[in-house]
């Protein structure tokens, strides 16, 4: 299969969301498929990530940033030209390919991505996909209730039916997209993905540090209250230390997390990594003592699943996470992680300070969590199960091409 996938997040070097498009095209491409990744936007944070190149192959993926550029210009009309010329680029290069294209998976919630590639779709016969990874505009601010609930509307029954399949990822997401969109969009449940082999390929002793990596957010990921479980568990565990490894979407986020680290008098046992690179991030996780993530109760937690968590448990670290949302479908308390409520914050310090004591537990979860890895989130075995739902649409529309053709026989 020729399968393009139209990314809008920087690429080679991004967040989750890139390392999962990422994952799942060299799962695809490892099976034998041929696919490329289209960047139409550049993006403002691209140079401090690294990404200079606009076209390449990163492990065996070829990408393209049909802009002409992978860093956001300063200039207002600079911006818009490149947006522009980036989207009609990448559908020209679609169109013009020399081999048919089999499917467009497109990741981006903007509407005139959607529109424009369902164009493409129809025009290169292909089937058309996208990702659906969290609460449609649970976070959407600066607007009114009332719009933000009419244009959600908008989107599920009008804007989403243009696909011909949607990739979830968790099953309340499964759950609310076939509740309400009524017309023929089929669904794969395609949970968190890991490359297990990556992280069981770095041997590093274990240090006395506790992990967590994320956008740095209290809303989604609990910071405050982590940094106050670390608190408590330093109090017992000698020269433990704190990574909170990513960067703040918002400063007052961590003007207010330092405030409380002086607060705590932990200043000197609390780490700000920022951005690290992957090898980085690979090696502070397996040597991590544990590793940490509190997502409180929102409609954002119910219906998300944190990439974090398989990277987590494919590091063979203990887990210390919440019973939230998808987490609760795979994760047993004292089996494969430890897990707290997601209102008690209490719970979370306790099972910490569990972790990070109890040796023969920390061991078993460590191992089991892992399995649980290898079983459910390996990329490879998921990747299959997106090429096999893509050719399952194909399949279907041949037959409905078949059947029609054999109608218009018949009346004739």
């Known amino acids: 299969m020729n399968i393009k996938i139209v990314l ?21 491409a490892k099976l034998g498929h041929n696919v490329q990744i289209l960047v139409p936007i550049p993006h403002s944070f691209n140079e ?15 990408y393209v940033y049909p802009s002409g550029t992978s860093v956001r210009s300063t200039s207002f009309i600079a911006r818009r030209l490149h947006d522009l010329l980036g989207v009609l680029n990448a559908g020209w290069s679609i169109i013009k ?20 590639f369902k164009i493409i779709s129809a025009l290169s016969g292909s089937v058309y996909l996208t990702e659906c990874n969290e609460y449609p505009f649970a976070f959407s601010s600066g607007k009114s209730l009332k719009t933000q609930k009419w244009y959600q509307k908008f989107y599920i029954n009008w804007i989403i039916p243009q696909f011909d399949g949607l990739i979830v ?8 997209y076939q509740e309400r969109i009524r017309n ?66 918002r400063p007052s986020t961590k003007e207010k997390a330092l405030e409380l680290i002086r607060e705590l008098g932990i200043e000197n046992k609390v780490k700000f990594t920022g951005f690290v690179s992957r090898k980085e991030l690979v ?82 979860i460590s191992q089991n969590g892992f399995e649980v890895a290898q079983k459910h989130f ?29 109608l218009k026989t018949v009346s004739s």
């Open 97 to 116: 390919s020399k081999e048919n294209t089999d499917a467009i998976i497109l990741v981006s919630v903007v509407s005139f991505h959607i529109i424009f």
């Open 48 to 62: 401090k990530l690294g990404n200079k190149s606009t076209s390449g192959s990163h492990e065996g993926i070829s």
């Open 184 to 249: 023929k969009v089929q669904y794969a449940l395609i949970p968190v993905l890991v490359d297990v082999a990556e992280f069981a390929s770095v041997n590093v002793d274990r240090k006395n540090i506790v992990a967590y990596a994320g956008n740095l957010s209290d809303d989604k990921d609990g910071l405050y209250t982590q940094i106050r479980a670390f608190a408590k568990a330093s109090q017992q565990i000698d020269d433990l230390e704190f990574y909170i490894i990513g960067n703040a979407q």
């Open 283 to 364: 090696e502070i996780f397996r040597s991590a003592s544990a590793l940490m993530l509190f997502k409180p109760n929102s409609i954002q937690a119910e219906y998300c699943f944190p990439s974090k968590i398989a990277e987590y448990l494919a590091a063979q670290s203990p887990v210390v996470t919440t019973s939230t949302g998808e987490l609760k479908n795979y994760l047993i308390h004292e089996q494969t992680a430890l897990l707290s409520a997601p209102e008690d914050q209490e719970g979370l310090a306790r099972n910490l300070i569990k972790a990070l004591s109890d040796s023969n537990l920390a061991e078993k």
């Open 8 to 28: 809008n997040q920087p690429y080679p070097k991004g967040m989750a969301s890139t390392h999962r498009v990422h994952l799942y095209a060299k799962g695809m």
């Open 169 to 176: 990822i968790s099953n309340n997401l499964l759950n609310f």
């Open 378 to 406: 390996d990329y490879q075995a998921q990747s299959r199960e997106i090429i096999t739902f893509i050719s399952r649409i194909t399949n279907q529309d041949s037959q409905s091409i078949t059947k029609d053709k054999e």
